[in-house]
């Protein structure tokens, strides 16, 4: 099975911006369809955003045209570039091989002053 290590968390003010990155491994990483979900304080898992390894790209509603996913194939990784930032967008940022079916242990964003 693949392991799967986000990274790129970490408390940062209303309408700052972080990006995360998930280093994948144990896979054939180019033909992996990625994704990065998140489970906000009390709430359930949702979808932010997809990539296929085709580079097609599907985001969720809550996402609002501000997050951007992306991978480097070379480098086994997929991105979240996440901007404009506010509270609603605390939550565990988790990364999620669609392929083989593995979660990453996930990564705390907290948007707070």
């Known amino acids: 099975q693949p392991q799967l290590v986000e990274s790129g968390g970490g408390l940062v003010q209303p309408g700052g911006s972080l990006r995360l990155s998930c280093v994948s491994s144990?896979?054939?990483?180019?033909?992996?369809?990625m994704g990065w979900y998140r489970r906000p304080p009390g709430q359930g898992r949702e979808l932010v955003a997809t990539?296929?390894?085709?580079?097609?790209?599907l985001y969720g509603d809550s996402v609002k045209g501000r997050f951007t996913i992306s991978r480097d194939n070379a480098k086994s990784t997929t991105y979240l570039q996440m901007n404009d930032l506010n509270s609603e967008h605390t939550a565990v940022y988790y990364c999620?091989?669609?392929?083989?079916?593995?979660w990453g242990q996930g990564t705390q964003v907290t948007v707070s002053t």
């Open positions: 999620h091989d669609l392929i083989w079916e593995a």
């Open positions: 144990g896979s054939i990483f180019e033909r992996s369809a």
């Open positions: 990539i296929t390894d085709g580079h097609r790209t």
